[in-house]
């Protein structure tokens, strides 16, 4: 459209006409005010349904309603599939069932053989066979004859041999038991030893047991405290000239008596005066930290090695 006083569309922008503006007359709102996604706010949002909790109901499955395993399937008894099974095996048979023989017959007493194939046996008879007359064997052969009598009061009637007569004193045990005493005080030396300390029974007395009274209960000791003040000691005496400071008084003066001096001694003609060997002489010694240098630093590391490592 031309404007007045003015280029027209085409001469401005290139087009027929400008297009109309949306946002023309709406209120002014600051960017900084405006939400981030603004069409997420508006409308319907994503909505999901959320997992979904199993329970007996139809909401616990994943289908809208409930499916059955057999469905559409038929019914069929059990019964009917056995007894289907029963015709188709029956078939198959060649003749009439087998029906087993009679059971066996039993005897109707003792020593009846009614039921019996054969009937009587007569092995099995009751009546007793004829048999020869018995005759003893004969006694064995005996090589001494029998010994005669019970054997109480009689001699040399027994297996073994008689046994000989030993002799038993009547006071064989005190004979004995004397010579043992005999014999046990030959060993003795000295008299018994007897205790002087009757009536007491053991060389200990009891140490539980007092003979003697208790001594009186001391009476605890207080000391009386001191009435007058603290004084402390005068100090120690000082050395004066005078000998003021002394524990003993000046002693008294002693003449000492005129000591002779020694005379020098002479020595004879070739001897030799004693002189003592000289002990160890010192020498210069190198520090350890020395020695641990020249241990670790030689020719070849003596470039590379670092100082900080001694």
């Known amino acids: 459209m031309p404007v007045e006083g003015g280029k027209t569309d085409m001469e401005r922008i290139g087009l027929f006409s400008e297009m109309s503006y949306v946002t023309v007359g709406d209120k002014y709102e600051s ?3 405006r939400p981030f996604n603004e069409a997420a706010s508006k409308k319907r949002q994503m909505l999901p349904g959320g997992s979904k909790v199993m329970s007996s109901l139809q909401a616990g499955y994943f289908d809208p309603h409930f499916v059955r395993v057999f469905e559409g399937e038929g019914y069929v008894s059990l ?3 056995r007894r ?3 015709m188709e095996e029956a078939k198959k048979n060649l003749g ?3 029906l087993p023989s009679n059971g ?3 005897p109707c007493g003792v020593g009846s053989y009614y039921g019996t194939i054969g009937g009587p046996v007569p092995f099995f008879s009751a009546q007793s066979r004829p048999r020869e007359k018995y005759e003893a064997p004969g006694k064995n052969l005996y090589t001494n004859p029998g010994k005669k009598g019970t054997g109480y009061g009689y001699a040399n009637v027994t297996i073994g041999k008689q046994p000989s007569h030993s002799a038993d004193f009547y006071d064989a045990a005190k004979q004995n038991f004397k010579k043992q005493n005999e014999e046990h005080h030959h060993l003795l030396k000295g008299a018994p030893f007897k205790l002087n300390l009757y009536p007491r029974e053991y060389f200990d007395t009891n140490p539980y047991f007092l003979e003697k009274p208790l001594p009186p209960i001391k009476k605890a000791e207080t000391k009386a ?3 007058g003040p603290f004084k402390p000691p005068s100090p120690g005496k000082k050395a004066g000239g005078m000998k003021a400071g002394t524990f003993d008084p000046y002693p008294s003066h002693s003449a000492d008596p005129y000591a002779v001096k020694l005379t020098k ?3 004879s003609q070739g001897a030799k005066i004693f002189h003592p060997p000289g002990g160890p002489k010192s020498r210069p010694i190198q520090s350890i930290m020395t020695l641990n240098v020249k241990k670790a630093l ?3 590391n003596y470039k590379t090695a670092s100082v900080q490592s001694y």
Do not use: E
């Open 79 to 81: 019964n009917q599939v």
């Open 96 to 98: 009439k069932a087998f």
């Open 31 to 33: 960017p900084f005010n």
């Open 298 to 300: 030689n020719t070849k």
């Open 84 to 86: 289907r099974n029963m």
């Open 225 to 227: 405290a001191p009435g």
């Open 265 to 267: 001694q002479t020595l």
């Open 104 to 106: 066996d017959k039993k």
